[in-house]
């Protein structure tokens, strides 16, 4: 029976994603997408946290190489989707092996303080380099992402929710895949016992940065996306507190999950979307008041929750 909702559970979840233009407005359809990139970048967040046991306070640093990659690319070469996306995960994979190079090489505090050094860097040099990346003001006046031309015939919320469920979909599946594959069995290994690993004939460092490099490529597809829906990215998106509502989505939906963080990820945005335009900035207090009910009631996340109702009888 697991094993049938395996596959059943994802594709009746991708279908009904895919009919929600047909029931939801304008304005809830885009909270949904940018809820969905943002849980494509948890989804990373929780494989490097989680998988591979190396915890980031620097993940948004990704966000960003994606969102200014795409941003750039839109400027100076190209408006269309696909080479926006290719281009920024590219950029998220050169910048994840400069990082991660030396990243790996530290351990547990270590390597979340250096995460965190990572993060304010890109933030300072995202801030410093005006002419490219307009400094404090952003990356403004960014041509419209097409779309292969389908937004020509339909609503473009529309077509760019469905662009963006592809790719959120193919980032997920992608992650999938390799945990459960050789490399992200030698991940695990290397999480778990570092010297067995090594006495088995496996680079630690080179594993350890394989994990990096994957959750870096697929959070710089998520703020590729990000940047396509807004036509906007400035440095705030590279902020350490952008990190931190990462690592909470991971928290919320499941530290060992890759699906939870994803539902954790979108019904934030959600919340975000709700209290905000009431409360303003307070929404933090209740983000935060969320968090702690849920590390209260729910220890294991939303994943928990789930394992819960799926464990026989």
């Known amino acids: 029976m697991n094993a049938r909702l395996r596959v059943v559970v994802p594709v009746v979840v991708l279908v009904a994603l895919a009919a929600m233009p047909f029931t939801l407005g304008a304005y809830p359809l885009g909270v949904l997408t940018t809820g969905l990139a943002y849980g494509l970048m948890a989804a990373s967040l929780a494989f490097l946290t989680g998988h591979a046991g190396l915890p980031s306070l620097g993940h948004a640093a990704f966000l960003g190489a994606g969102a200014y990659t795409a941003g750039l690319t839109a400027k100076h070469l190209s408006a269309n989707a696909g080479v926006q ?7 998220g994979v050169l910048f994840a092996l400069v990082t991660g190079w030396f990243a790996v090489r530290t351990r547990g505090f270590f390597f979340l303080m250096f995460t965190l050094a990572i993060g304010e860097i890109a933030v300072q040099a995202a801030t410093r380099s005006s002419r490219v990346t307009g400094g404090d003001n952003g990356l403004a006046d960014i041509p419209a992402t097409t779309l292969f031309g ?40 290397a999480r778990e016992n570092e010297a067995r690993m090594a006495a088995l004939g496996y680079s630690v460092h080179r594993v350890r940065l394989a994990a990096v490099v994957i959750a870096g490529a697929v959070c710089a597809a998520g703020g590729a996306l990000i940047e396509q829906k807004d036509a906007f990215v400035a440095p705030t998106h590279l902020d350490v507190g952008v990190s931190v509502l990462l690592l909470v989505m991971v928290l919320l939906g499941g530290r060992g999950s890759l699906a939870g963080p994803v539902l954790a990820a979108v019904a934030l945005i959600f919340v975000r979307e709700l209290t905000s335009s009431a409360l303003g900035e307070s929404w ?9 009910l849920c590390v209260y009631l729910l220890p294991q996340g939303l994943a928990g929750l789930w394992r819960k109702r799926a464990r026989p009888a």
């Open 85 to 91: 996306l290719v281009l920024a995960v590219l950029a």
């Open 150 to 189: 389908l937004e020509d015939a339909m609503p473009y919320v529309v077509v760019f929710h469905w662009w963006a469920l592809l790719v959120v979909a193919a980032g997920f599946g992608v992650l999938v895949a390799l945990r459960r594959g050789p490399l992200g069995a030698a991940i695990a290994g």
């Open 284 to 292: 933090l207090l209740v983000e935060g008041g969320l968090f702690v």
